[in-house]
């Protein structure tokens, strides 16, 4: 047997995480797989035949399915099959991976694929596929929704899909699987939640018709006999569900689905055991009137499905909604919600039972202002085991500090009453100011975690006025210690000695007359503490050293959260942008410098640089940013030829391309070549940008006077048509980059050029302030051209007024002329109007909205922009996490990446303590080095 000379194998080397791989290596011992290659990885285990060679870049394919509870059997009965027939499969590496694949939400058209096997033609496939049916009938495992069985009821599957091969980008630099069909067409492989047959391919079994299986994958028109779909309210791997109508009564219910071995666990239950505790939970509720009523549970086709009562009325996080865009409850209404929810819980627990998943979506507003509990899934008698479950930003730090994989009998310990009290505290919270959780849960999982509730409730409240009667009262419910939490009687008692409050039952919550509430004070944030930021930055510069991966192909760990696979070497999600925060803070020094970890980044960056199958223009999704971020690298490591090689990538670049913005098209390549061109003074470089700048000006929208710059809709993008005012996508980006691009043309005398680049950029300012609507000092743009302001606050660089006013604040720079300073300023007070209410993030949070008030003390030279931005830095730590003794920015959900992760967070920090001018930017005016210019 031939290992892997690089193996992967899980960190944790418990029975658990390697009995896979030893049944896998048990059978290829016995069936004369001696010779063959074993390879796991962090997900999958490669299991190839000596010489083995993939023959095929698409065709048919088999998936055997299986649980936690039969993997292992399932694996060794198809390994000893696949052995004797020496066909190359992969299996999942692991039982927490079977269990990942089987998770209620994991993504329906990958779901349960277990095994897959890469017949090496059709008639290998056929022969397989009997023989694989055969061996695992009678065992367990979840139905594969992209694909066709074998027979009802088997647990091997059949999908036509790519073996190896065509990988294309598409325009918005996503890696996408393509097959190419014997007449030269094309189509994508899209793993869909459903089967497809590519026009080429015939199907597989010439004794079965395709057509037969249609009804395996469209949902029932009348399920149980009796209920008939109207819709579907939400798709999942676990089960839809569904809003029909009871043909006995004409009455709307709602019916819930679980399918068979879905969410399967080692003890043998399924989220069809989960889903008849529910229907037990609503009959025993059902006197207390609190929760739907139970109508039916019934089985279809191996599947379960509860019908229950349809509660009329707005869930509560949509109803939050409705009342901020209305400028928010009244002072009466609300107490009364406020009241009602604590009821509402106390009422569950005096029945004796415990919500375990509390938060807004599953409390129903009817229209009478009563709560109703809509959502019992994992609502249970206090103190009966049970498997872990919760919503991470509303749960105890206790809950969390356990996590997802705890016994039943830990959850049962820490999921009782006094972690509901912490939920209610948290939802008590956001139904107060529609603000992120985490504020009042906490950003770190783990009970020790000393949470700074005491000390941002107070200055959430000062710009969010709703919350200040309340702020005592969520403090006590959200105590770290469980033991010291206010208790529901203490709550209630509370708030009956307040003025105007409500019964116990909260029926009277409903929207009280009057004026809207007066408008909220400018935001006020935590100090700023510049010794802790430099912890941030020492803390975060190690995790990048720390986590960096040369021998995978990504060079840093992707988000957590579900992210389309891109480019590994662009700027906002790939190497690009993490490298160039690496070089800003070696070059800034102090702590422990990464300029080891800067040359390693740079030298796997050098060599991907002509890996990818199409070089796309964009700053941040296609390669002009890899070529910016590599060619200062190499500038700081001393590296010539590294330099000339970015250089070299960079003129590569189309020079026509169907998006003119910043973040994909042509005004993101032409602003890097600005940029190398000041470094290098290569007027082959100025060309280029010039040549990107003419393009940009022949796609320009010239409609009633304006510019702006729609994408175009021939274009493999989901920006194909999008016409908008902000930076990444529209006319702020563009109308900077023709105004760095007049600079530069004027610099070197070429007057024509510069007045035609000036012009264009002039009238895109002049768009946007006719675009623009200020309310309060605050300035406001359509999200699209010739649609209605966003008035909510928003702190966006790519859409949003940071980065509109990065445009205008240069174009005041350039022209003098006041309005565009103006509005830059009520850019400026939009942006900071409500950062409690952003994510951490450079593209779309509090960073980018940082990096723009440096900007502004920049190019004004007024210290209240600075101080702005420490206020910015000082809310980004409090959001901090901690991760292995490090105090970091951002945790595993947004990871490293540029965009909205880690590194451009650092990179907003590094300038405000260390100074520079603003990243991926021209420097202002634009021009090549004073030696060239003389």
Same mark, same amino acid.
């Given at each position: 047997?031939?290992?892997?000379?690089?193996?992967? +194998? +899980? /960190?944790?080397?418990?029975?658990?995480?390697?009995?896979?791989?030893?049944?896998?290596?048990?059978?290829?011992?016995?069936?004369?797989?001696?010779?063959?290659?074993?390879?796991?990885?962090?997900?999958?285990?490669?299991?190839?035949?000596?010489g083995a060679?993939?023959?095929?870049?698409?065709?048919?394919?088999?998936?055997?399915?299986?649980?936690p509870?039969?993997?292992?059997?399932?694996?060794?009965?198809?390994?000893?099959?696949?052995?004797?027939?020496g066909a190359?499969?992969?299996f999942?590496?692991?039982?927490?991976?079977?269990?990942?694949?089987?998770?209620?939400?994991?993504?329906?058209g990958?779901?349960?694929?277990?095994?897959?096997?890469? @017949?090496?033609?059709?008639e290998?496939?056929?022969v397989?596929?009997?023989?694989?049916?055969?061996?695992? &009938?009678?065992?367990?495992?979840?139905?594969?929704?992209s694909?066709?069985p074998?027979?009802?009821g088997?647990?091997?599957?059949?999908?036509?899909g790519?073996?190896?091969?065509?990988t294309?980008?598409?325009?918005?630099?996503?890696?996408?699987?393509?097959?190419?069909?014997?007449?030269?067409?094309?189509?994508?492989?899209?793993?869909?939640?459903?089967?497809?047959?590519?026009?080429?391919?015939a199907?597989?079994?010439?004794?079965?018709?395709?057509?037969?299986?249609?009804?395996?994958?469209?949902?029932p028109?009348l399920?149980?006999?009796?209920?008939?779909?109207l819709?579907?309210?939400?798709?999942?791997?676990?089960g839809?569900?569904?809003r029909?109508?009871d043909?006995?009564?004409?009455?709307?219910v709602?019916?819930?689905?679980?399918?068979?071995h879905?969410?399967?666990r080692?003890?043998?239950?399924?989220?069809?055991?989960?889903?008849r505790?529910?229907?037990?939970t609503?009959?025993?509720?059902?006197?207390?009137?609190?929760?739907?009523g139970?109508?039916?549970l019934?089985?279809?086709?191996?599947?379960?499905?509860?019908?229950?009562?349809?509660v009329?009325?707005?869930?509560?996080h949509?109803?939050?909604?409705?009342?901020?865009?209305?400028?928010?409850?009244? +002072?009466?209404?609300?107490?009364?919600?406020?009241?009602?929810?604590?009821?509402?819980?106390?009422?569950?627990?005096?029945?004796g039972?415990?919500?375990?998943?509390?938060k807004?979506?599953?409390?129903?507003?009817?229209?009478s202002?009563?709560?109703?509990?809509i959502?019992t899934e994992?609502v249970?008698?206090?103190g009966?085991?049970?498997?872990?479950?919760y919503?991470?930003?509303?749960?105890?730090p206790e809950?969390?500090?356990?996590?997802?994989?705890a016994?039943?009998?830990?959850s049962?310990?820490?999921?009782g009453?006094?972690?509901?009290r912490f939920?209610?505290g948290v939802?008590?919270?956001?139904?107060?100011?529609?603000?992120?959780?985490?504020?009042?849960?906490?950003?770190?999982?783990?009970?020790?975690?000393?949470?700074?509730?005491?000390?941002?409730l @107070?200055?959430?409240?000062?710009?969010?006025?709703?919350l200040?009667p309340?702020g005592?009262?969520?403090?006590?419910?959200?105590l770290?210690?469980?033991?010291?939490?206010?208790?529901?009687?203490?709550?209630?008692?509370?708030?009956?000695?307040r003025?105007?409050?409500?019964?116990?039952?909260g029926?009277?919550?409903?929207?009280?007359?009057? @004026?809207?509430?007066?408008?909220?004070?400018?935001?006020?944030? +935590?100090?700023y503490?510049?010794?802790?930021?430099?912890?941030?930055?020492d /803390?975060?510069?190690?995790?990048?050293?720390?986590?960096?991966?040369?021998w995978?192909?990504?060079?840093?760990?992707?988000?957590?959260?579900?992210?389309?696979?891109?480019d590994?070497?662009?700027?906002?999600n790939?190497?690009?942008?993490?490298?160039?925060?690496?070089?800003?803070?070696?070059?800034?020094?102090?702590?422990?410098?990464?300029?080891?970890?800067?040359?390693?980044?740079?030298?796997?960056?050098?060599?991907?640089?002509?890996?990818?199958?199409?070089?796309?223009?964009?700053l941040?999704?296609?390669?002009?940013?890899?070529?910016?971020?590599?060619?200062?690298?190499?500038?700081?490591?001393?590296?010539?030829?590294?330099a000339?090689?970015?250089?070299a990538?960079?003129?590569?670049?189309p020079?026509?391309?169907?998006?003119?913005?910043?973040?994909?098209?042509?005004?993101?390549?032409?602003?890097?070549?600005?940029?190398?061109w000041e470094?290098?003074?290569d007027?082959?470089l100025?060309?280029?940008?010039?040549?990107r700048?003419?393009a940009?000006?022949?796609?320009?929208d010239?409609?009633?006077?304006?510019?702006t710059?729609p994408t175009?809709?021939?274009?493999?993008?989901?920006?194909?048509?999008?016409?908008?005012?902000?930076?990444?996508?529209?006319?702020?980006?563009?109308?900077?980059?023709?105004l760095?691009?007049?600079?530069?043309?004027e610099?070197?005398?070429?007057? &024509?050029q510069?007045?035609r680049?000036?012009?264009? &950029?002039?009238?895109?300012?002049?768009t946007?302030?006719?675009?623009a609507?200020?309310?309060?000092?605050?300035?406001?743009w359509?999200?699209?051209?010739?649609?209605?302001?966003?008035f909510?606050?928003?702190?966006?660089?790519?859409?949003?007024?940071?980065?509109?006013?990065?445009?205008?604040i240069?174009?005041?720079? &350039?022209?003098?002329?006041?309005?565009?300073?103006?509005?830059?300023?009520?850019?400026?007070?939009?942006?900071?109007?409500?950062?409690?209410?952003a994510?951490?993030?450079?593209?779309?949070?509090?960073a980018?909205?940082?990096?723009?008030?440096?900007?502004?003390a920049?190019?004004?030279?007024e210290?209240r922009y600075?101080?702005?931005?420490?206020?910015?830095?000082?809310?980004?730590?409090?959001?901090h996490?901690?991760?292995?003794?490090?105090?970091?920015?951002?945790?595993?959900?947004?990871?490293?990446?540029?965009?909205?992760?880690?590194a451009?967070i650092?990179?907003?920090?590094?300038?405000?303590?260390?100074?520079?001018?603003?990243?991926?930017?021209?420097?202002?005016?634009?021009?090549p080095?004073?030696?060239?210019?003389?």
């Amino acid at each position: 047997m031939t290992a892997n000379p690089h193996p992967a +194998p +899980p /960190d944790d080397a418990s029975a658990d995480s390697l009995l896979l791989l030893d049944v896998a290596r048990a059978v290829l011992s016995r069936c004369g797989g001696q010779r063959w290659t074993l390879q796991p990885t962090e997900s999958w285990c490669f299991v190839r035949p000596p010489g083995a060679a993939v023959r095929r870049k698409h065709g048919w394919k088999l998936h055997v399915s299986a649980t936690p509870l039969s993997a292992a059997l399932v694996l060794a009965r198809s390994a000893q099959v696949l052995t004797r027939r020496g066909a190359s499969f992969k299996f999942a590496v692991d039982l927490d991976r079977v269990v990942r694949l089987g998770d209620v939400w994991h993504d329906r058209g990958t779901g349960g694929k277990f095994i897959t096997v890469y @017949p090496d033609d059709d008639e290998r496939f056929r022969v397989l596929a009997r023989e694989l049916d055969a061996a695992t &009938a009678g065992l367990s495992g979840p139905r594969i929704l992209s694909d066709r069985p074998v027979r009802p009821g088997s647990l091997v599957f059949f999908r036509y899909g790519q073996f190896s091969g065509d990988t294309a980008l598409n325009d918005d630099g996503v890696l996408e699987p393509w097959m190419t069909g014997p007449d030269g067409s094309r189509i994508k492989d899209e793993r869909a939640a459903g089967f497809t047959l590519p026009p080429w391919a015939a199907y597989p079994f010439p004794d079965a018709s395709h057509a037969s299986h249609a009804s395996d994958t469209a949902a029932p028109v009348l399920l149980g006999g009796r209920f008939k779909v109207l819709r579907a309210v939400r798709h999942a791997n676990k089960g839809g569900v569904y809003r029909a109508v009871d043909e006995r009564t004409g009455l709307e219910v709602v019916v819930k689905h679980a399918r068979a071995h879905v969410g399967a666990r080692l003890d043998g239950t399924d989220v069809r055991d989960r889903l008849r505790d529910e229907a037990r939970t609503l009959e025993q509720l059902a006197p207390l009137g609190i929760t739907p009523g139970m109508v039916r549970l019934f089985e279809e086709q191996g599947d379960l499905f509860l019908a229950e009562e349809l509660v009329p009325g707005e869930p509560l996080h949509l109803w939050q909604s409705a009342r901020a865009r209305e400028g928010g409850p009244g +002072p009466a209404e609300s107490a009364a919600m406020v009241a009602g929810l604590v009821a509402l819980v106390r009422t569950v627990h005096e029945a004796g039972f415990v919500i375990r998943d509390f938060k807004p979506h599953n409390v129903m507003v009817t229209p009478s202002g009563e709560l109703r509990l809509i959502d019992t899934e994992y609502v249970t008698e206090a103190g009966r085991p049970c498997a872990p479950a919760y919503t991470r930003g509303f749960a105890a730090p206790e809950v969390r500090a356990l996590g997802l994989h705890a016994s039943a009998a830990e959850s049962t310990a820490v999921a009782g009453a006094a972690a509901d009290r912490f939920s209610l505290g948290v939802v008590l919270f956001s139904l107060l100011t529609g603000l992120d959780p985490r504020w009042a849960a906490g950003w770190t999982d783990g009970a020790d975690h000393r949470r700074d509730g005491q000390r941002v409730l @107070p200055l959430i409240a000062l710009s969010h006025p709703a919350l200040a009667p309340f702020g005592e009262l969520i403090a006590g419910l959200t105590l770290a210690d469980p033991g010291a939490r206010w208790t529901l009687p203490h709550a209630l008692a509370w708030l009956a000695g307040r003025n105007g409050a409500t019964g116990p039952n909260g029926n009277s919550a409903r929207r009280a007359g009057g @004026p809207a509430a007066a408008p909220a004070p400018r935001a006020a944030l +935590p100090p700023y503490r510049p010794d802790t930021i430099d912890r941030l930055l020492d /803390d975060g510069i190690a995790h990048l050293q720390r986590t960096m991966t040369p021998w995978r192909a990504a060079l840093w760990p992707a988000p957590e959260w579900d992210v389309p696979r891109s480019d590994p070497c662009n700027t906002w999600n790939g190497a690009a942008g993490v490298l160039a925060t690496l070089t800003h803070a070696a070059r800034a020094g102090g702590g422990a410098s990464p300029l080891t970890t800067v040359a390693e980044a740079a030298r796997w960056l050098d060599e991907r640089l002509f890996s990818t199958d199409r070089l796309l223009p964009g700053l941040c999704f296609g390669r002009s940013g890899t070529a910016w971020a590599l060619f200062d690298a190499a500038r700081l490591l001393d590296d010539a030829a590294m330099a000339d090689r970015a250089i070299a990538l960079v003129e590569q670049l189309p020079t026509r391309w169907p998006s003119p913005d910043v973040t994909h098209g042509l005004s993101g390549a032409g602003t890097a070549c600005l940029h190398l061109w000041e470094a290098t003074a290569d007027e082959s470089l100025l060309e280029a940008a010039f040549a990107r700048a003419d393009a940009v000006l022949d796609a320009a929208d010239r409609t009633g006077g304006d510019w702006t710059w729609p994408t175009s809709r021939d274009t493999d993008s989901v920006l194909a048509g999008a016409h908008t005012y902000g930076f990444a996508h529209g006319t702020a980006g563009v109308g900077a980059f023709l105004l760095a691009a007049s600079a530069a043309a004027e610099a070197r005398g070429h007057t &024509a050029q510069a007045g035609r680049f000036a012009a264009a &950029a002039l009238g895109a300012g002049d768009t946007l302030v006719r675009a623009a609507r200020v309310q309060e000092g605050r300035a406001a743009w359509p999200a699209e051209v010739g649609g209605e302001p966003q008035f909510r606050p928003s702190t966006q660089w790519c859409n949003g007024p940071a980065g509109i006013g990065t445009f205008l604040i240069r174009l005041w720079a &350039a022209t003098g002329v006041q309005r565009f300073a103006d509005l830059a300023e009520q850019a400026a007070a939009a942006g900071v109007s409500d950062p409690w209410r952003a994510i951490a993030g450079a593209c779309c949070g509090n960073a980018g909205t940082g990096h723009f008030l440096l900007d502004m003390a920049d190019f004004t030279g007024e210290a209240r922009y600075r101080t702005r931005a420490e206020g910015i830095a000082a809310l980004i730590e409090a959001q901090h996490c901690e991760s292995d003794g490090l105090r970091l920015v951002a945790d595993a959900t947004s990871g490293s990446e540029y965009g909205n992760g880690a590194a451009g967070i650092l990179d907003f920090l590094l300038r405000l303590r260390h100074g520079g001018t603003r990243p991926w930017t021209v420097s202002w005016p634009p021009g090549p080095p004073t030696a060239a210019r003389t």
